[in-house]
C-alpha cells in the first residue's frame, strides 16, 4: 500500500482559479507549481470551499474583511466546512496526518499571514468619496474570516496543524517554501 496518511487543506482558488474575483487571476486554471510541488512530495490535497462565491456569487467585487465580518457569512462559513471537518476528522482518527491548512494571504475569506483591511462599502458613484474609500485599504495581520472559522472548527476537535499560505505572483519560490515549511 503506498498510500503515506498526508494531506493539506487547500484554498479553493489555488485548484480552480476560476472562483477568484474577476481580473485577479494569475493563472489560466489553478496554481500548477504549488499543486505539482505537493503532490510530488506525497501530500494529498482536499480543496476548501470558496464561501465568498457561495455567498455573493462569481460576478461579486472584491471585499474587505469587514464587510464579511458578520454573522451570516461566519454561518455559512460552518455550514461548508462542516462535512470537510468530518472528513478530516475520520482521516485524523485512523492516524492520518493533516499537515497544513494553506491560504492566501490578502483575501478576507483566506488570508493567513494577513487579510485586508478598510472603509469599504456603500455606494461608489460620483459623490460617495470613492476616493477615500480607496486610500483606506491596507494591510491587517489577522486571518480571513473562513479561516477564522475553519480554525475555530479544529480546534474543537482537537486537531493541531500549521497554517500557511502561498504567494501566488511566485509560484516557483513559494512552492519550495511551502515544501520545507510542511516538513518542519
Ligand atoms: S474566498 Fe478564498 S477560495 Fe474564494 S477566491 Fe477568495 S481566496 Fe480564493
Redesign the pocket.
Given at each position: 500500500m503506498k498510500r503515506n496518511k498526508k494531506m493539506v487543506l487547500l484554498?479553493?482558488?489555488?485548484l480552480?482559479?476560476n472562483?477568484?474575483?474577476y481580473g485577479?487571476a494569475t493563472e489560466p486554471a489553478g496554481c500548477m507549481k504549488i499543486i505539482s510541488g505537493l503532490l510530488e512530495n506525497g501530500y494529498g490535497i482536499i480543496q476548501?470551499?470558496?464561501?465568498?462565491?457561495s455567498c455573493f456569487g462569481i460576478k461579486r467585487w472584491g471585499q474587505v474583511k469587514e464587510q464579511i465580518n458578520f454573522p451570516g457569512f461566519r454561518a455559512k462559513s460552518h455550514e461548508l466546512l462542516k462535512p470537510i471537518v468530518g472528513q478530516v476528522l475520520d482521516f485524523h482518527q485512523n492516524g492520518y496526518e493533516i499537515s497544513a491548512v494553506i491560504?492566501?494571504d490578502?483575501?478576507?475569506?483566506?488570508?493567513i499571514n494577513y487579510t485586508c483591511t478598510g472603509n469599504w462599502g456603500g455606494e461608489i458613484g460620483d459623490g460617495y468619496d470613492i476616493q477615500s474609500k480607496i486610500d483606506s485599504l491596507d494591510k491587517l495581520s489577522e486571518y480571513?474570516v473562513?479561516m477564522e472559522v475553519l480554525k475555530e472548527m479544529l480546534d474543537e476537535i482537537g486537531i493541531v496543524t500549521k497554517y500557511l499560505s502561498v504567494d501566488e505572483c511566485d509560484p516557483e519560490a513559494t512552492s519550495q517554501e511551502l515544501i520545507i515549511k510542511l516538513s518542519e
Open positions: 484554498a479553493h482558488c489555488l480552480n482559479i472562483a477568484k474575483v485577479i476548501l470551499p470558496c464561501v465568498e462565491q491560504g492566501l490578502g483575501s478576507p475569506s483566506c488570508g480571513g473562513m
